[in-house]
């Protein structure tokens, strides 16, 4: 079969076809080099069979533009190419109603200084001193005095009794803080002064381009390392680069999407999600979970030591309690397999222990979601087991969101999300949806309001109008 455009094989004379086409692009003002490479376009959309469809057309454009070797100026090139010889040369009937000018727009890439990139194209460096390389003796006094830092940082943390998350936080952000005075600034932290915060501040804006949050919760690990370990109360910051952004709404699912995901996990990820969604539970909450803290009587959950150390009762979904009976009595049978040979041990704070030394082996302390292997406790050494990885539920509930086709960025803590925000829609008072989150400040709550269906008087959009 030849295509219209081809030269016939036995004479090798170019078509009645092809010789139209090269007398039409003669008339175009392109530069005499472009004629040929307008003849190639022709002849690779001919040989996709494009002339024959819209369908056939769109098909060849869209591989054509998953391609990483092609120009946006080769793509309209060729767009034009097709254009020309379906409607100037071949005359096909669809060609005169297909948008050839809007799928040729559709290729323009942005400038480098386009407004979208120009953050992260046009950079502005931050203003910071300049730097040289550290001798040996001082890498090492550096890192002598980050280690002195750090535990000195740990002390205070636990002292106040605040969460493990806050301590890696802090830890984390003040080992990156202390390294860039030493290299950056050519001081340590002490002698440097508030100053290196502003500093420092800069560099994530300018440097780094991190996000708002992430910028203030840097922020909040150096003035507490200033403020608890140098003792520096009160002091003011200078004027700093903000970075740019504001707060990002949460992403929420709607109900049939969280159905949707859930249907797609399998045990015991999806009781863990069903949790998270039904109650309102963070991962670690739902993983944490023991079974003296579930009460099928009274319908509730009861969350100990949650984010800031607090303490709260939240409802236990009664669409979910057989299925939990029937998972626990599946992990009672594994735990008395445990105590029969001589295992049986579950993981227990150290004080709990002191109080309780047999707690550790008896069921109402076991975890909900206890790991399918024993570890060795790192610094005790002592043998038991521990509840599920976090990493592990993160994983299978975002290959499940792939699953499902939700083009959202959906993590675990979707589902608290959601949880709020259907009960809010529900007419629940944010008062007790801030209860039952946990919530310190009705503030942290009201941001469900701004992604409800329907928030505030539940105006329709004008798009909806008559």
Request: glycine share 4%; proline share 7%.
């Amino acid at each position: 079969m030849h295509f219209p455009f081809e030269p016939d094989p036995p004479s090798q004379k170019a078509s009645p076809a092809r010789q139209k086409f090269i007398q039409r692009i003669a008339t175009l003002t392109i530069k005499p080099t472009a004629c040929d490479y307008y003849i190639r376009w022709a002849e690779s959309w001919t040989k996709a069979r494009g002339h024959q469809s819209i369908e056939r057309t769109q098909a060849y454009f869209d591989a054509l533009g998953r391609s990483t070797h092609i120009a946006d100026w080769q793509f309209r090139q060729a767009v034009d190419a097709a254009r020309i010889l379906a409607c100037d040369v071949l005359a096909i009937r669809w060609a005169s109603s297909f948008d050839w000018l809007g799928l040729s727009e559709q290729a323009r890439s942005l400038e480098p200084d386009h407004r979208t990139l120009a953050r992260e194209s046009i950079r502005v460096r931050a203003n910071l001193p300049p730097s040289s390389t550290p001798t040996p003796e001082q890498v090492a006094d550096a890192e002598s005095e980050l280690k002195r830092l750090i535990d000195s940082l740990r002390r205070i943390i636990r002292v106040k009794n605040m969460a493990m998350a806050t301590e890696e936080t802090y830890v984390h952000w003040n080992c990156r803080f202390i390294r860039f005075c030493f290299q950056m600034l050519g001081q340590s932290p002490q002698a440097a002064g508030p100053p290196a915060i502003t500093a420092y501040l800069d560099f994530l804006a300018l440097e780094r381009n991190v996000a708002p949050a992430t910028q203030k919760q840097a922020l909040n690990a150096m003035v507490f390392l200033v403020k608890n370990i140098y003792g520096i109360k009160d002091f003011t910051l200078d004027h700093f680069t903000p970075a740019p952004g504001q707060r990002r709404p949460p992403v929420v699912m709607t109900r049939a999407e969280v159905l949707s995901v859930i249907a797609r996990l399998e045990s015991p990820w999806k009781l863990a999600a069903q949790l998270m969604y039904g109650s309102g539970l963070r991962v670690m909450e739902t993983l944490r979970l023991r079974v003296k803290d579930l009460d099928f009587g009274q319908g509730t959950i009861t969350i100990h030591d949650g984010k800031g150390g607090r303490h709260r009762v939240v409802p236990l979904p009664k669409s979910l309690e057989q299925r939990l009976n029937d998972h626990l009595a599946a992990a009672h049978a594994k735990h008395l397999q445990d105590l029969a040979v001589g295992a049986g041990e579950v993981h227990m704070p150290e004080a709990l222990l002191r109080k309780w030394p047999n707690a550790s082996r008896e069921w109402p302390w076991q975890y909900v979601f206890p790991s399918a292997t024993l570890c060795p406790h790192p610094r005790t050494g002592r043998v038991a087991r521990h509840h599920l990885h976090e990493t592990s539920l993160q994983r299978q509930f975002k290959d499940a969101v792939r699953k499902a086709a939700i083009p959202k960025r959906a993590t675990c803590h979707t589902m608290r999300h959601s949880f709020a925000t259907h009960l809010l829609e529900s007419g629940t008072d944010i008062r007790t949806v801030q209860s039952l989150l946990g919530h310190a400040s009705v503030e942290t709550t009201m941001i469900y309001l701004h992604v409800m269906k329907r928030p505030g008087a539940g105006a329709p959009s004008p798009l909806d109008l008559d």
